[in-house]
């Protein structure tokens, strides 16, 4: 196939890493980010905070090793620290307190710490070095005809690009054969897609604020090594459930712990009235943390760093005939509560890119059995499949994932601590190790261990809470079937034809359930 003009719209991981592929292929890039050099440490960030840590995992994982580029996985890999579990804190009613660790997985794997920064560097190094591959920092996506294929950007530094006109920023004109817009919930590019086709369109606002702490290194511990530095287990999400709210604290690489607040709007506005009792409220309900956090800096940190909302959003299709799609936040919007929003986001490049492959083939092979528009020569008929094909199969994921983080909110702020929630993981858990045959995994492994399609994790993971359902129904009811049958046959004997109608009508129901 022809080389082709990709536009990029977003310099974030996900954009970062669609760039990596389509330059992987030869074709000519252009990458346009709203702000300035992310790697520059003055840039910043869009919700001028520190994000909030990553989890790296296997979809992830996966996207960036199908790149085609093995130092960056080594690179990358090299600057992430595995987590096998969650980290409980809390205190007993004898006012002691405890951690208790629930891992991931119960065959050892891991999730990864990353720092957001250095993933996206090393993307943004590699793609520098690439000949084919060309930044235009300080651009704003200001219109889009995506019939022409022609797009219009704001220079938005004046200093260094020029004016066109007293009082107004240059604009520059781009053509291109496909726009991928990555440029996060707000997307600009969606923005423009959705005047050219009939978009379902789904936008939420939960009610939780978050705000971002800092737990510190020990810098007692005088050792080289800085894993050696953390004030707590470095390999592990550490969860303070609230029921309603959480606090949460993940590993950073020079031994501190990037912290998050979790909490609704009207808790906010308590403390934000009188912040003093801000050190008060933590006892009470993240027992342990202002010894990790002085009462002063918890208090400065809640009243410099933003309150943040989370947003969910909802969209399809993705794509306009050959000429845009867009990926990762733009399309799919998460809370952050499965640690998937990233991952989903390299998975969408890793879908994307083996679609347009295939759609590629299809046309080289000119397989004769191939539909006829498959041999068309022409690219963008080619494209227009591949995309067509994206939207169809990664929307149902991607709401699905969407779904399965606002669930898990609950389940982190609230059902570990349920012993229902933990007796049906462990069950799951030794069905999986003892009878593999039967291919049973927990909802967590298949979402964050495999690339399983997110919607067939949510069929799969409904079918095991049937089947559980069943199995502790009939568990109890047999038993309890059999003793009743023969307490009647014994008690009353003429009745015996009748009792026996009865109970076998009562196993039939149990029987029923089971299928």
């Known amino acids: 196939m022809a080389k082709q003009k990709y536009v990029v719209v977003g310099a974030g991981p996900v954009g970062s890493l669609a760039a990596l592929y389509a330059a992987q292929r030869g074709h000519k890039v252009k990458i346009y980010e709203l702000r300035s050099d992310l790697r520059d440490p003055s840039t910043t960030p869009l919700n001028f905070t520190k994000s909030i840590n990553l989890a790296l995992s296997e979809r992830g994982i996966n996207a960036i090793r199908h790149a085609g580029s093995k130092t960056l996985l080594d690179h990358v890999m090299e600057n992430t620290i595995p987590m096998c579990g969650r980290m409980i804190h809390g205190k007993r009613p004898s006012e002691e307190l405890y951690e208790e660790e629930q891992r991931y997985d119960v065959h050892g794997r891991d999730i990864y710490a990353v720092d957001r920064a250095e993933l996206n560097k090393a993307l943004l190094d590699i793609l520098e070095k690439m000949p084919n591959v060309k930044f235009y920092f300080n651009h704003k996506l200001t219109g889009a005809d995506f019939k022409r294929k022609v797009a219009w950007f704001e220079v938005q530094s004046p200093e260094k690009s020029g004016k066109a006109s007293a009082g107004r920023l240059k604009e520059v004109e781009v053509s291109f054969d496909l726009m991928m817009g990555a440029d996060g919930a707000h997307s600009s590019v969606r923005y423009h897609l959705m005047k050219y086709l009939r978009m379902d369109y789904q936008q939420e606002y939960i009610d939780t604020l978050w705000c971002e702490f800092q737990i510190g290194t020990n810098r007692r511990r005088k050792s080289e090594r800085l894993l050696d530095r953390f004030v707590m287990s470095p390999y592990h999400l550490h969860i303070w459930p609230g029921k309603q709210f959480m606090f949460i604290a993940i590993p950073s690489t020079d031994s501190s712990f990037t912290c998050t607040l979790f909490m609704p709007s009207a808790n906010y506005k308590s403390l934000e009235a009188d912040t003093s009792q801000l050190p008060a409220f933590f006892d009470q309900h993240f027992p342990g943390v202002t010894s990790l956090i002085p009462p002063k800096e918890l208090i400065a940190s809640f009243e410099t760093n933003p309150h943040l909302p989370l947003i969910s959003i909802k969209c399809k299709p993705y794509h306009f005939s050959d000429s845009v799609v867009i990926l990762g936040d733009a399309a799919h919007a998460m809370v952050p509560f499965y640690g998937q929003g990233m991952n989903a986001g390299l998975e969408d490049v890793r879908t994307l890119f083996a679609l347009l492959d ?19 020569a022409d ?137």
């Open 358 to 376: 295939k759609h590629e083939a299809l046309e080289e092979s000119n397989d004769p059995a191939a539909d006829p528009a498959m041999a068309a």
């Open 379 to 515: 690219p963008a008929v080619q494209r227009r499949a591949a995309l067509a094909e994206y939207s169809a199969v990664r929307a149902p994921d991607a709401h699905a994932i969407n779904d399965l983080a606002l669930q898990n909110y609950v389940e982190m702020r609230a059902s570990v601590l349920s012993p229902t929630y933990r007796m049906r993981k462990s069950l799951e858990e030794w069905l999986s190790v003892y009878v593999p045959r039967l291919g049973w995994q927990t909802k967590y492994s298949r979402v964050s261990f495999s690339n399983e399609r997110y919607s067939e994790v949510i069929a799969k993971s409904e079918h095991q809470g049937k089947v559980i359902t069943r199995v502790l129904k009939a568990m109890f009811w047999s038993p309890l079937i059999f003793v009743l049958v023969g307490y009647g046959y014994w008690r009353y004997p003429g009745q015996a034809s009748m009792l026996g109608n009865l109970f076998g009508s009562l196993g039939g129901l149990v029987r029923g359930s089971r299928r």
